[in-house]
């Protein structure tokens, strides 16, 4: 039965195609020219092939090809669409975009707003086309002059690799440390006040902007839906973000990035502000980031060319202040701009590395340049600059566990970061290698006080005050907190 089923098909699909109407001359010449490029099995070439067979297999293979290339064609218009939407480029543009970059519209819209996005565009443009792949390949003139693609930017603008429309960029307020991203975050990056970006999400409008919180002086960020002109309102950029996702949607299992929403980790948005914090204060810039061209030095071992640079150069600006030069740098002292000397090597760097000299007593204190408690935490802001976001994913993804050779604390010996090497435990009366203070001024090891807070007779009890103390009360020392805590150490 099955056999006659099939031998019957076969005879209604040969009536089919003997019945079907001839087309015309153009429609069959292009037809013989597709049947022609097909490459058809060896098998199909036997006396035991029909040409009738032949004709249908050939018709079914391009069938398939059709709606492959109806399928290819559908999937570069939506990416076409995509660099439309995110671009100021034509669809011609965007095709010959796509063909460059291997059909990945990422790496277009990438492309676009990263450095050499200028030569990239000129390789878009019609006199430029002939020359896109020599472009491509690496023998672009080197002649042309380098073009900031940054001073091109009008806004409102679209943020290439977010849906949110900056329209005023605003100003950079140099107030306290909160108006700077947590060092620990994934970018590290100033927060403008009276910035004011647009995004649309689930067909609802959003403008999002920041000011200054009149109560705490911190910044303040707040959200809209222009369409109940509902707004929300929060001390973080994920705060508002995720009171709308919970409103509207009744979940809290939705996690928000309210850095992704405002815009604050697109690249170009980072480099915008950058810019305007090297126009703004050239010291802070300086104090948070390294020099154009250069590349970021996480590791805490200084060379000793490195250390002599610094020592010069705070003695150096030591001097100036001394003859009244620039007697504000006296109450700020401006490791930013000591920086700026010193290749790869940033203010916060510079400051951690004084102060760890001062402390261990190498070097005395410079006159002029007392020694203060760092305004970022070193440890995290190195991760951040040092990572730039990218490494701390791929360990995450890739289950490694590795440790920054900045991070290794010695095996053996004295421990180089300690800021106390010469006092000694109050319960071992032994060199500490990590000191911590309880919340009543007393010092140990960390070590020590572990023992004694986990211990039966004494758990989570201090051995001086008899109080109730937990290892989350105690502060370990640093060269980042020593000047803060350094008048609260008691004697035991």
């Not at 405002?262 to 090297?278: A, E, I």
């Not at 030069?325 to 940033?346: C, H, Q, W, Y």
């Not at 760092?374 to 440890?379: A, E, G, M, P």
Request: aromatic letters at 8%; one cysteine or more.
């Amino acid at each position: 039965m099955k056999i006659k089923r099939v031998l019957r098909t076969t005879k209604a699909r040969r009536n089919q195609i003997s019945s079907a109407p001839s087309s015309s001359a153009p429609q069959q010449q292009q037809q013989q020219q597709q049947q022609e490029s097909v490459i058809l099995p060896q098998f199909l070439d036997g006396p035991d092939v029909t040409e009738e067979q032949k004709q249908l297999i050939l018709k079914r293979v391009l069938e398939v090809r059709s709606k492959y290339n109806a399928f290819v064609e559908k999937d570069v218009c939506q990416k076409v669409k995509t660099i439309l939407f995110a671009s100021d480029l034509t669809e011609d543009e965007a095709r010959l975009a796509l063909s460059i970059c291997n059909d990945n519209e990422q790496d277009v819209l990438n492309r676009l707003s990263g450095k050499g996005a200028q030569k990239f565009r000129n390789m878009l443009k019609p006199a430029s086309r002939d020359t896109a792949e020599c472009i491509e390949s690496g023998s672009e003139d080197e002649n042309l002059d380098p073009v900031d693609p940054l001073e091109s930017i009008t806004f409102p603008y679209r943020l290439p690799s977010t849906p949110t429309t900056i329209i005023s960029l605003g100003s950079y307020h140099k107030s306290t440390a909160a108006w700077w991203s947590n060092p620990g975050s994934l970018y590290h990056h100033p927060i403008p006040i009276n910035y004011k970006a647009m995004r649309v999400e689930k067909n609802r409008s959003f403008i999002m902007s920041i000011d200054e919180d009149p109560e705490t002086g911190n910044p303040r960020f707040i959200v809209t839906d222009q369409t109940t002109n509902a707004t929300f309102v929060g001390n973080t950029p994920t705060k508002p973000w995720t009171t709308i996702c919970i409103s509207y949607k009744g979940s809290r299992t939705t996690r928000i990035s309210g850095p992704l929403y405002f815009g604050f980790s697109d690249p170009t948005l980072q480099r915008l502000l950058t810019k305007m914090v090297q126009e703004s204060d050239i010291n802070e810039y300086y104090y948070r980031f390294v020099g154009d061209g250069e590349s970021f030095c996480a590791d805490k071992d200084w060379k000793d060319e490195e250390r002599q640079l610094l020592l010069s150069e705070i003695s150096r600006r030591c001097d100036s202040i001394s003859a009244g030069d620039n007697m504000e740098e006296a109450k700020n002292f401006p490791f930013g701009l000591v920086s700026r000397n010193i290749p790869n090597r940033t203010g916060f760097q510079c400051q951690f590395e004084y102060n760890r000299l001062v402390m261990i007593g190498q070097i005395s204190e410079f006159d002029g340049c007392p020694v203060q408690p760092l305004r970022v935490n070193y440890d995290k802001l190195v991760k951040s600059l040092a990572s730039n976001g990218q490494m701390k994913r791929a360990r995450k993804f890739s289950g490694q566990n590795q440790v920054d050779s900045w991070i290794k604390k010695p095996i053996g010996g004295p421990n180089p970061w300690n800021p106390l090497p010469d006092m000694k435990d109050a319960i071992t009366l032994e060199p500490m290698n990590e000191p911590a203070i309880s919340p009543d001024g007393y010092v140990c090891d960390y070590q020590t006080w572990t023992r004694i807070l986990r211990s039966p007779e004494s758990k989570d009890t201090c051995p001086f005050t008899k109080k109730s103390l937990s290892r989350r009360q105690l502060v370990k020392l640093t060269f980042d907190n020593i000047a803060e805590y350094v008048d609260k150490i008691r004697e035991s």
